[in-house]
């Protein structure tokens, strides 16, 4: 899947957009943004499916519709949600719909949701193993199209599966050392799409208060604290919301040249394209200022 690994990579840019934002938004909301983004030069956009989320294809479906080149990826939909056949054909219909510009990012997510699913979270990885295979054999009417999909993954087995059986991975909630680890673990044709939250700010108290925001419920999952006690990161780094030293690792905070730095530290290690996730101190502001004010200095 090297080639097209390397087709995605060129597709998405360098620089993309995470957001939680048009999950929040009524409809016409959500056109606007995605035509907003467009504008400023952005070549995709990345959008999650928690519980409580949008449903990913109905949703990725509208975007689509709204965009005019615009690649929609998930990051991710969650596997517990649908079944592999639904999963399977339901990016079939996308991509059947909008070639080139629908990723299908797809994730364990976390047990606390799955639990309160009703569903048990358990062995995730043989369970993605066999759920890759149960959608390369789903049946499908439709004309036939590949689908283009990359795992979220973190640790070594999961990044390893994502090269084995995908275009590549996608990491979330990581300082840059996991950039190369995660290259290290997937060797050099797939693809690696990295997530990085900024925040537009050059007070630190301030920008470390947004930042914590946003980590707390991270800093509360399995996933991303095994992550990073992987990484060497300690019990003190962990709790509270996060050490400073912590905060400042998983969200860089200052004007648009300590965001694009952050970035390059990520490209030069391995990332084939960062996905950037903007935290606004008023959650309730423009959802589209700061990333203007970044774009300018990223893109």
Request: proline share 5%.
């Amino acid at each position: 899947m090297t080639d097209g690994a390397r087709e995605w990579a060129k597709r998405l840019g360098t620089v993309g957009v995470w957001t939680h934002d048009v999950e929040r938004m009524p409809v016409a909301g959500a056109r606007d943004y995605v035509h907003a983004i467009e504008s400023l030069g952005f070549a995709a956009l990345w959008i999650p499916e928690s519980l409580g989320s949008k449903e990913a294809f109905a949703h990725a479906s509208l975007l689509l519709a709204a965009a005019k080149k615009l690649v929609i990826a998930t990051g991710i939909a969650n596997i517990w949600a649908r079944d592999p056949v639904a999963m399977a054909n339901g990016a079939r219909t996308l991509i059947d719909a909008y070639p080139d510009h629908f990723l299908l990012g797809l994730g364990v997510s976390h047990a606390p949701t799955v639990k309160t699913r009703g569903q048990s979270y358990a062995r995730p990885l043989e369970y993605m193993r066999h759920y890759l295979d149960a959608m390369d054999a789903a049946p499908y009417v439709g004309p036939k199209v590949d689908v283009p999909r990359v795992l979220a993954a973190l640790g070594p087995q999961m990044l390893r599966l994502s090269a084995e059986r995908t275009l590549g991975a996608h990491s979330y909630f990581v300082p840059v050392e996991h950039t190369a680890i995660a290259r290290k673990e997937l060797g050099v044709g797939p693809l690696l799409a990295v997530e990085q939250a900024a925040v537009l700010s050059d007070e630190p108290v301030a920008a470390r208060a947004t930042a914590r925001r946003h980590m707390k419920r991270y800093l509360e999952l399995d996933n991303y604290v095994n992550n990073l006690r992987r990484l060497g990161w300690g019990d003190a780094d962990l709790t509270e919301g996060g050490s400073d030293k912590l905060v400042d690792a998983i969200v860089v905070w200052g004007g648009g040249a300590a965001i694009k730095s952050r970035i390059d530290d990520h490209l030069k290690r391995g990332a084939d394209h960062v996905c950037l996730q903007v935290l606004r101190a008023d959650p309730k502001g423009s959802p589209t200022a700061d990333l203007e004010r970044v774009a300018k200095a990223v893109l």
